[in-house]
């Protein structure tokens, strides 16, 4: 299996600012997805026998704490991806905090 973690499409800034993605997506070649995807990201939810049911559980908890949105959906090439938007994408190199 690979895994690829890339930009999402640019979107337009203020004048000066250049574009900057919207966010990132994790995208693997495995099997794919189920067809219900509500409860993918249910604590205890799993469709393997060794699995726990927490691990995108905890990846949704991660992302709402830093003020981003996940989403499943399917890969380009048949397996899963997971998108990430909605993430403050610096672009002279240093880091950013986002206010609640």
Do not use: N
């Not at 574009?19 to 995208?27: H, K, S």
């Not at 991660?62 to 959906?73: D, K, L, N, P, S």
């Not at 610096?90 to 880091?95: E, K, L, M, S, V």
């Amino acid at each position: 299996m690979t895994v690829t973690v890339g930009p999402l499409e640019r979107k337009p800034q203020s004048a000066g600012s250049g574009d900057r993605p919207d966010g990132f997506y994790v995208e693997d070649t495995g099997p794919g997805l189920p067809t219900d995807r509500e409860s993918l990201f249910e604590f205890g939810h799993t469709t393997a026998a060794e699995g726990t049911g927490f691990g995108l559980a905890i990846v949704e908890e991660i992302a709402e704490a830093h003020g981003w949105t996940v989403a499943a959906c399917d890969g380009d090439d048949g397996g899963a991806r997971f998108e990430f938007r909605d993430v403050i994408v610096p672009t002279d190199g240093t880091t950013s905090t986002r206010s609640t």
